[in-house]
């Protein structure tokens, strides 16, 4: 079956930093560009970061420009999120999906998501 687990979610200061890690199986990883999303609470779900299928390219919401870092491992079927400089705001849950696509659009497959806790 597909899957898409993300880990790497815990509790840290403002100022700290994380790496999650979304591992995929049960399509084909190279052909799907995979984004990252975070939802907070009380607020809608938000686009954090694509990677693209292609050519590993990335794009960054302007909330985490310059502090976060997405890549991913084909021979692993794994894709990251470096989160440094972590403020409050960036307490949400976040969930990684995948597309059929060159760029991150709608989400074919989606995770359960991984809780990132920042505090002040």
């Known amino acids: 079956e597909v899957q898409l687990v993300e880990s790497g979610g815990g509790l840290v200061q403002a100022g700290g930093s994380l790496r999650l890690s979304c591992a995929a199986s049960?399509?084909?990883?190279?052909?799907?560009?995979i984004g990252w999303y975070r939802q907070a609470p009380g607020k809608e779900r938000e686009g954090v970061s694509c990677?693209?299928?292609?050519?590993?390219?990335?794009y960054y919401a302007d909330s985490v420009k310059g502090r976060f870092t997405a890549s991913r491992d084909n021979a692993k079927n794994t894709v990251y999120l470096q989160m440094n400089s972590l403020k409050p705001e960036d307490t949400a849950v976040y969930y990684c999906?995948?597309?059929?696509?060159?760029?991150?659009?709608?989400?074919?497959?989606w995770g359960k998501g991984t809780l990132v806790t920042v505090s002040s």
């Open positions: 999906a995948a597309d059929y696509e060159t760029r991150c659009e709608v989400g074919d497959y």
């Open positions: 049960g399509f084909t990883f190279d052909d799907y560009a």
């Open positions: 990677i693209s299928s292609s050519d590993g390219r990335t």
